[in-house]
């Protein structure tokens, strides 16, 4: 049990690592080649990461300053509102007795 335990915590953080490479603010993205519809999408997801990490790094932030517009913003919103939505809606509710 022990074992499954930090095996799980070890791949917890090894994803987490993984998958804020693409944060926002992180450089990758400018005037020219700005962040779009699946960006916002990925940006939205990964927002509570995002204001964590921008906490104590100035560069990164919640959402990217370059971008397409409103589709960036569609992305972002859509991904915000079901990944927080979406934890709601999985919560087990207690049976009245």
Do not use: Q
């Not at 997801?45 to 919640?62: E, H, Q």
């Not at 972002?76 to 939505?85: E, L, N, Q």
């Amino acid at each position: 049990m022990k074992k499954n335990t930090m095996f799980l915590g070890l791949t917890l953080v090894l994803m987490m690592f993984t998958l804020t490479g693409c944060i926002p603010g992180d450089g990758s993205y400018d005037f020219d080649n700005p962040a779009g519809f699946l960006s916002g999408i990925w940006h939205g997801w990964i927002a509570p990461l995002s204001l964590i990490i921008g906490i104590f790094n100035a560069k990164v932030r919640v959402y990217e300053v370059f971008n397409t517009g409103w589709w960036y913003d569609f992305g972002f919103y859509i991904a915000v509102i079901s990944g927080f939505g979406g934890l709601s809606l999985s919560r087990k509710k207690k049976k009245d007795e």
